[in-house]
């Protein structure tokens, strides 16, 4: 019998209410990547607090899942890059 993980979430404590708009977006972007790498889908990012931010993900278990990710934080860097202008991008190895 094999056991996996289907889904979960992941608490990053750095990630707090303390940082400026364009930290946190850069910081979300990093985390996400990391994520996606580790064979995690961020579902849901719940709001930044002091505490930090709580993320709800699900297991990636095809290349589709993981193409998919990877289009909704492409998605995601064209916002950030349009309004914190970062020129943040990714490519696919």
Known sequence: MKISV???QKHYRNMTNKHGDRN???AKA?????ML???MKPTRW???NAKGTKV???AIKTSEEYDKGLSE???YLNEINEKFSLGISISRE
């Open 24 to 26: 946190y977006a850069v």
């Open 30 to 34: 990093q985390i996400w990547m990391s």
């Open 37 to 39: 790498n580790d064979g």
């Open 6 to 8: 289907v889904s979960g």
């Open 56 to 58: 709800n993900f699900d």
């Open 46 to 48: 719940l709001k930044a």
């Open 73 to 75: 934080l492409q998605e």
